[in-house]
Structures are given as structure tokens and as C-alpha cells.
């Protein structure tokens, strides 16, 4: 008798997508006021890989956080929004001295924002109620062998990392992120970057529209060399690369990574697979524009993992259905308030993508 062959093996179970970085709470100011004022404020959970991992979840792809949160409302907040979502905190670290970080977000009259400074949570406090110290915040306190050991079960599955360049601006933080992007490396999962730069978080009394210094320049660009996909704004691509043409910032990084670049409400550019491409934003109602820039990400990754074979062989209508649909995540998100809440689930793109009413800019 001859046995059946047992076909192939199953996938590894555990999260695809693995996002390290902060978790915070956006303190979003009234539109036109000030969110560190005495008029009313909004506080949302966000923090751009949070924002990520919690969105990839909402699309069904299986996500991680990698980070670290302070015992306090917020890091219990977000252990209850995790949980929710099915978002993976197996590398979540708990700071039992440090609070968890309160982002100022100005918005103006159209819903743009602009980040600011920082305000410390409300009544933080550790175990037994005995306040948290005042100094750092718990983020920056990410430990690197707490967070390699937590690290390797994941990379068994997972088929990216999603970083940005924040925790870099501190030095536990920034170690633990090298760090694993090294294990990751060794492991054959690709790296997702996305710039995000916010000056604040490097120099409390850098502008909020100013960008990086030579030195954070350097700091930088060792993880820009690591990539396999490169988002970042027009004006950051300026500020790293002294171009915003896609095609020129691949060709500038050694792994030649596929790139986005995006422009506020201007066409969405990339490169990918060797094809350049376009497309005008979608014409939708804005409240508020915290965390689009995270749902499109995560839209992009579930077609990425969907599909990984686009990386390398999209042809042009591929790219073009594939950034059509992360932007659409986009649009969604601007419609309700926070980064968080207003994540769409793959159903709602779809119904989106196919109103009449669709249009671009």
C-alpha cells in the first residue's frame, strides 16, 4: 500500500507583519486651537507602528507591536485595544518607572496636523499608585534583550518589520531597534521603513516643521540602507535624499528598495519593481488626517503579503490596484477623528473603492 503524500506543509502560525516602535496617546487640539490649552481637547491612542499593527489587523492580516508602554491608563488602554484588534503583544514590555507618551497635535480648520510637544499623562502612576518618575517616557526605555528574546518565536512567520525612524532619537530605544532589525535581517524578514520624522521627539525644542540635523541625518541612514520599502513625505525625501523622484531615492539605498513617496493632498508617487508610477488622492470629507498615512501603510503591506510577488514583478496595473487600494485605507481614516477608531476592515474598502462616488482629486 502506498501512502498518500502529505502535501505541503501548513504555514507557520503567528503574526505576519511584525510593527516595533512607540505606542501614545495624540492629544488633539480643538481645529484652529491649541491642544495644550484650556479648550477642549481629544485624546486618541495612536503612535504610527500601533496605528499599523492595529490597522493590518482590522484589514485580517495577523499583526504584532513591539514596544514599550508605562503602567498607567494609557498602557492599560492599549493592552484592551490590542486584545481587541487580535494584535500580538508577545514583545509588548511593561515600564513599571516611566509614563507612557502624550503627543500635542495642532489641527487646523481643513483637519492637517502638525505635531508638537509633549504633556505628561493624567494621574500616571506605577504599582500601589506611587507616581511615575518625571524623567523619559517609557518608549524610549525599550530594552534590547528583553525585546531579542521576545523577537525570535515571531520571525518564524512573520514576512516583515515595520519600523520608523522615532525610537532612533534615544539611546535604549534606538540599540533595541538596530537590533532587531538585524535579527530580523538574519532571518530572511524584509524591512519595511517609514520615515515619519517628527523633530520634537529628537529635540524638545526643535519647530515641528523643521527637519534633520547632519548628525540625525547619519543616524538615520543605516536603517535607510536596510530596506526593502521605503515611505516617507516629499519634504523627507528632500531633507535625505535632496530629490523626491522615487526612482533617484531607490537608486541612492544599496538594496534598491521599492519607495512611496506621498504629498499631502498632491499624487501619490512610487517605484516599484522597477516601474514608476502615480495616482491623485481621493476626493473625501477630511476631520482629521492622523493616521492616514499608517492605514495606508498597512494597506500596502496586506497586498505585500497577499501577494509578495509584487515586490519584484507588479506589472503596472498591479502597482496601480495595489496603491489604489492603500489609499483608499488612507481616505477612510481622514473621515473620523483619531488614527485608531476610524480603520477600515477589508469590506469597507472594497464598498468604498466601488461607490460611484469614488473620485480623485
Same mark, same amino acid.
Request: aromatic fraction near 6%.
Given at each position: 500500500?502506498i501512502?498518500?503524500s ?12 511584525l510593527?516595533?516602535?512607540e505606542? %501614545? ?6 481645529p ?5 490649552g484650556?479648550?477642549?481637547?481629544e ?7 500601533a496605528? !499599523?499593527?492595529?490597522a493590518l489587523?482590522r ?13 498607567d491608563a494609557i498602557g492599560a488602554?492599549f ?5 481587541e484588534?487580535?494584535v500580538?503583544t508577545?514583545?509588548l ?14 489641527r487646523d ?5 502638525q505635531f ?5 499623562p493624567?494621574?500616571?502612576a506605577g504599582?500601589?499608585?506611587a507616581?511615575?518618575?518625571t ?5 524610549q526605555?525599550?530594552?534590547a534583550?528583553a525585546l ?6 515571531l ?5 516583515w518589520?515595520?519600523v520608523g ?14 537590533g ?11 524591512l519595511?521603513?517609514?520615515v515619519?520624522?517628527?523633530?520634537t ?5 526643535a ?10 541625518v ?14 516617507? /513625505?516629499?519634504?523627507? /525625501? %528632500?531633507w %535625505?535624499?535632496g530629490?523626491?523622484d ?11 528598495p521599492a519607495v512611496?513617496?506621498s504629498?499631502?493632498?498632491a499624487?501619490?508617487?512610487?517605484? %516599484?519593481a522597477?516601474?514608476a508610477g ?8 477630511v !476631520? ?7 492605514a495606508?501603510t498597512?494597506?500596502?503591506?496586506q ?6 510577488a509584487?515586490l519584484?514583478?507588479?506589472?503596472a496595473d498591479q502597482?496601480s490596484?495595489?496603491?489604489r487600494?492603500a489609499m483608499?485605507c488612507g ?9 485608531i ?5 477589508r469590506?469597507?474598502v472594497?464598498?468604498f473603492l ?7 482629486r
Amino acid at each position: 500500500m502506498i501512502a498518500a503524500s502529505p502535501g505541503p506543509a501548513p504555514a507557520p502560525a503567528g503574526p505576519l507583519v511584525l510593527c516595533l516602535g512607540e505606542a %501614545l496617546v495624540d492629544r488633539l487640539g480643538p481645529p484652529g486651537g491649541d491642544p495644550g490649552g484650556a479648550g477642549p481637547c481629544e485624546d486618541r491612542l495612536g503612535g504610527a507602528p500601533a496605528n !499599523v499593527a492595529c490597522a493590518l489587523a482590522r484589514l485580517g492580516v495577523p499583526s504584532a507591536f513591539l514596544g514599550r508602554l508605562g503602567r498607567d491608563a494609557i498602557g492599560a488602554a492599549f493592552a484592551q485595544l490590542f486584545d481587541e484588534r487580535g494584535v500580538d503583544t508577545a514583545a509588548l514590555q511593561w515600564d513599571n518607572q516611566r509614563p507612557s507618551r502624550v503627543v500635542l497635535v495642532r489641527r487646523d480648520t481643513a483637519g492637517d496636523r502638525q505635531f508638537g510637544g509633549f504633556a505628561r499623562p493624567v494621574a500616571a502612576a506605577g504599582p500601589g499608585g506611587a507616581p511615575l518618575e518625571t524623567g523619559g517616557f517609557a518608549d524610549q526605555a525599550l530594552d534590547a534583550d528583553a525585546l531579542s528574546a521576545a523577537l525570535g518565536p515571531l520571525l518564524a512567520a512573520a514576512r516583515w518589520l515595520l519600523v520608523g525612524t522615532i525610537p532612533l532619537a534615544s539611546p535604549a530605544s534606538a540599540t533595541a531597534l538596530q537590533g532587531a532589525c538585524r535579527q530580523a535581517g538574519a532571518a530572511g524578514v524584509m524591512l519595511a521603513v517609514d520615515v515619519n520624522w517628527r523633530p520634537t521627539f529628537w529635540d524638545p525644542a526643535a519647530g515641528p516643521a523643521s527637519g534633520p540635523t547632519a548628525a540625525q541625518v547619519s543616524a538615520v541612514q543605516p536603517l535607510l540602507r536596510q530596506a526593502a520599502l521605503l515611505k516617507c /513625505a516629499r519634504e523627507e /525625501a %528632500l531633507w %535625505l535624499f535632496g530629490t523626491a523622484d522615487p526612482a533617484e531615492v531607490s537608486a541612492a539605498l544599496p538594496q534598491r528598495p521599492a519607495v512611496l513617496i506621498s504629498d499631502g493632498s498632491a499624487p501619490l508617487r512610487w517605484w %516599484l519593481a522597477g516601474l514608476a508610477g502615480e495616482l491623485p488622492a481621493f476626493r473625501v470629507p477630511v !476631520v482629521d488626517t492622523t493616521g492616514a498615512g499608517d492605514a495606508f501603510t498597512a494597506g500596502l503591506l496586506q497586498g505585500l503579503v497577499a501577494n509578495p510577488a509584487l515586490l519584484t514583478g507588479a506589472s503596472a496595473d498591479q502597482a496601480s490596484a495595489l496603491m489604489r487600494f492603500a489609499m483608499a485605507c488612507g481616505a477612510l481614516v481622514c473621515q473620523g477623528a483619531g488614527a485608531i477608531d476610524p480603520q477600515p476592515s477589508r469590506p469597507d474598502v472594497d464598498a468604498f473603492l466601488a461607490s460611484p462616488s469614488t473620485d480623485p482629486r
